[in-house]
């Protein structure tokens, strides 16, 4: 399945809803998700700025569905990463408690 229809689907969104919320098509909508055409660039930028997510998702070239600027850098492991964005979800008191348990494990090995 395209990433486009994912992204809709997984909101709740129809091609109608989107298409005006871009000043688009539906039937544009439905070419993109259905890979007969290929959106522009500024059509991809405005689809990856509506969903909060990055032109390599939209494309199928990631799986990574996040804004280019939360994507991962290539100095941490896939687990590190995954355990970041699991942390990011949560409110800063989960991640303060996060932060103390961590602390509190890094201590214990240290004795």
């Given at each position: 399945m395209n990433n486009i229809k994912k992204l809709?689907?997984?909101?709740?969104i129809l091609?109608?809803?989107?298409?005006?919320?871009?000043?688009?098509t539906q039937e544009a909508i439905s070419s993109y998700e259905t890979?007969?055409?290929?959106?522009?660039?500024d059509i991809l930028i405005k689809l990856a700025d509506y969903f909060h997510t990055n032109i390599d998702f939209l494309l199928c070239r990631t799986n990574y569905d996040l804004p280019i600027n939360e994507i991962k850098?290539?100095?941490?492991?896939?687990f590190q990463?995954?355990?970041?964005?699991k942390i990011n979800k949560l409110s800063s008191i989960?991640?303060?408690r996060v932060d103390a348990y961590i602390t509190a494990?890094?201590?214990k090995q240290s004795n």
């Amino acid at each position: 399945m395209n990433n486009i229809k994912k992204l809709r689907t997984k909101k709740n969104i129809l091609q109608t809803k989107l298409a005006l919320d871009l000043n688009l098509t539906q039937e544009a909508i439905s070419s993109y998700e259905t890979e007969r055409v290929t959106p522009s660039a500024d059509i991809l930028i405005k689809l990856a700025d509506y969903f909060h997510t990055n032109i390599d998702f939209l494309l199928c070239r990631t799986n990574y569905d996040l804004p280019i600027n939360e994507i991962k850098p290539n100095n941490i492991s896939e687990f590190q990463f995954a355990i970041l964005n699991k942390i990011n979800k949560l409110s800063s008191i989960d991640q303060a408690r996060v932060d103390a348990y961590i602390t509190a494990l890094i201590d214990k090995q240290s004795n």
